[in-house]
């Protein structure tokens, strides 16, 4: 059972740069996979990438391959979604979720804006 918190939204200009953060509660944190999604207005929600549990694995989708990164400080009950070169088709409220053999817990989501 986990409770999950996104922040570090905002507005930005097109090549910069942000920063979510994904505060977790819970005793065993580092026991679940860490997903980001994404959903911009009149679309579907996006899977953007995943860590494992301990951090040793990352995956991420074609979109964002090379501009984001996903991290975790397990003894921070946190994971992190680093934004690099974004562009103004990233912008979207940005979730996280957690889970083992699903996403069973997610966040409320924090809005990220970029602008042209």
């Known amino acids: 059972q986990v409770q999950l918190v996104e922040s570090g939204g905002g507005l930005v200009q097109a090549g910069g740069s942000l920063r979510l953060s994904c505060a977790a509660s819970?005793?065993?944190?580092?026991?679940?996979?860490i997903g980001w999604f994404r959903q911009a207005p009149g679309k579907e929600r996006e899977f953007v990438g995943r860590?494992?549990?301990?951090?040793?694995?990352?995956y991420y989708a074609d979109s964002v391959k090379g501009r984001f990164t996903i991290s975790r400080d397990n003894a921070k009950n946190t994971a992190y979604l680093q934004m690099n070169s974004l562009k103004p088709e990233d912008t979207a409220v940005y979730y996280c979720?957690?889970?083992?053999?699903?996403?069973?817990?997610w966040g409320q989501g924090t809005q990220v804006t970029v602008s042209s």
């Open positions: 979720a957690a889970g083992k053999w699903s996403y069973d817990y």
């Open positions: 819970g005793r065993t944190f580092s026991t679940y996979v």
């Open positions: 860590i494992s549990g301990t951090g040793a694995s990352t």
